[in-house]
């Protein structure tokens, strides 16, 4: 390419006329389940906002069912799990199932979407990482404090190490069998890793992160690792290998990838909130990032997490306009 | 003092019993506005815990009611503003107010808990941020993504830089009251702005708290500067000019302090979610975080952020002990 490639987290979501018509038919579980409707999903970006690269529609949680696990959406309160996963019996009990079978729906949805792109764009997989769909389990759904998370991880190590163990060995399925069912790209959402310190991170969760990362490696597609209020877990989250690294726009972007070292790509690292700005500000943010960025290769614009609701869809596409414009080399 | 002082944001509150005792017959703003009641609770964690401050019980919503805002507490939603501030009028009618009248009780409350300690322990004073009260004032409550907060930012910065202007004034005729009532540190809470970019930092907040402690600074007091999520921000804040920069558990103490610089003392970061695991694992973070402040005369033990309401009290005061004994010179 020659400018700096654009697209966003939940780039199909709910800011979009087209997706909330969509939504109006089918929950979120209901799209996830039937490929042709997650497929003209996942395109309806692409046709509206030009952006540079398709990802799949699904959820992070997806897999929980696969596991045993029963997972409801529901209306304002988000993801819930009615029977969260607390003791070593839980996590005893929790499946290793095949994606090939239990998330077939996601697999079919990559091939139809890779179908009709035809090489217009590339298309990422992506997949919780073990720490967040562990938090999401433990918790029972969306978390402020993760206390109970925590808890296992101090009181708990064994009964911890055993469901990361477990959530890793599942996300390295399936996003191995995303990738051999057509994804070109994929990223690892720690989206909720923030929450922890250095140490803890490193103890508790690196490991798994990076046995993930390790074991896609043979697949040679590049990979996303990304995560929010990482300003503090940098250099530790790099360690587990990812070719990317997904920076929130809490840390400037030149500080950011200064500390990670040029040997590594970086995607962010807009506020998702400046989206409901006035144009003129949005474009002096945006090209305060390209110039953070040095308008080098190696650098993939996006938000620094998922477009949110109420975000005016103008302002999406025209965030696309001016990456492509201010970033022409 | 031969050993590392260590005190606790919200030391006083619901986790201990006899502040439950006191919140069953008072809500949280009586407790204020009584003078002797705010007092004895002010004193309760000095009593229980042996910690080496006291820290006046109060809230940093105070100021809102003598600025004509309507301010409520309501079970489980916690402050509740019904007319929030959004427009260039709403920010002119906001009332400059002076904290001698309308918050007599807090300085009350500093003059009786003074005399009580009797040169026990130091006595900190506190209040909000400019902007994290601007927060609550425009959102309503607590917020999750401060739309409506960035939005005036980005939207109408005329109004928010006068909103920020009055509050800045506001805050530092607060805490100088303060001071003069008998505080003999005091704390500025900005809780909340680990929500934004450096670069909105720096221009629609660092001069505004800037103003606040170089403005504190002929007091000759200590000042110490709050705030959590703050691991991209910590030199801009640093520049504001306080005395001690508090940091959250989300960035190693030895590596904040490295980017800050010896000049500047250092309060933390133990995250208060360890307090909820065995006393073990809590003795070895507390020794993390020791060792990582190398036993330097400057470091402050705290937690990251407020002791949350269900941690176990022993756990608490045990902390205290294991500071003072590992730290002991």
New interface residues.
């Given amino acids: 390419m020659d400018c700096t490639p654009v697209w966003f987290m939940r780039q199909a979501g709910r800011y979009m006329e087209e997706y909330r018509r969509v939504r109006k038919k089918y929950d979120i579980l209901t799209i996830c389940k039937n490929p042709e409707v997650a497929a003209e999903v996942t395109l309806q970006p692409i046709r509206r906002l030009h952006v540079d690269a398709a990802i799949i529609f699904a959820d992070i949680l997806l897999p929980l069912q696969g596991m045993g696990v029963n997972l409801e959406f529901t209306r304002g309160e988000g993801p819930v799990i009615r029977d969260p996963i607390r003791t070593a019996a839980d996590v005893k009990a929790l499946r290793l199932f095949d994606p090939r079978e239990d998330l077939s729906f996601v697999l079919e949805a990559i091939q139809i979407v890779r179908k009709e792109l035809n090489g217009k764009v590339p298309l990422i997989g992506f997949s919780g990482a073990p720490f967040t769909v562990a938090s999401y389990l433990i918790e029972g759904g969306h978390s402020t404090?993760?206390?109970r998370t925590?808890?296992m991880m101090?009181?708990e190590p064994s009964t911890w190490h055993a469901l990361m163990r477990k959530l890793a060995k599942i996300t390295l399925e399936y996003l191995r069998s995303q990738i051999r069912a057509g994804a070109q790209v994929v990223q690892i959402f720690d989206s909720w890793v923030?929450?922890?310190?250095?140490?803890?991170y490193s103890n508790f969760v690196l490991p798994y992160t990076r046995q993930v990362v390790q074991g896609l490696k043979e697949e040679g597609v590049p990979i996303i690792h990304f995560g929010t209020?990482t300003?503090?877990?940098l250099e530790l989250m790099k360690s587990a290998g990812s070719d990317v690294m997904g920076v929130d726009?809490?840390?400037?972007l030149d500080?950011a990838w200064g500390r990670l070292g040029r040997d590594v790509a970086i995607q962010g690292n807009l506020?998702?909130?400046?989206l409901?700005?006035?144009l003129h500000?949005i474009e002096r943010?945006v090209e305060?990032v390209l110039k953070r960025a040095g308008n080098r290769p190696g650098h993939i614009f996006n938000l620094g997490h998922g477009i949110?609701p109420?975000t005016p869809v103008d302002h999406v596409a025209a965030v696309v306009e001016m990456v492509h414009q201010y970033s022409k080399r």
């Fill in positions: 404090h993760y206390i925590k808890l101090y009181s923030g929450c922890l310190s250095p140490g803890d209020g300003s503090g877990l726009w809490r840390i400037d500080e506020d998702p909130v400046a409901f700005g006035p500000e943010r305060d949110l109420q």
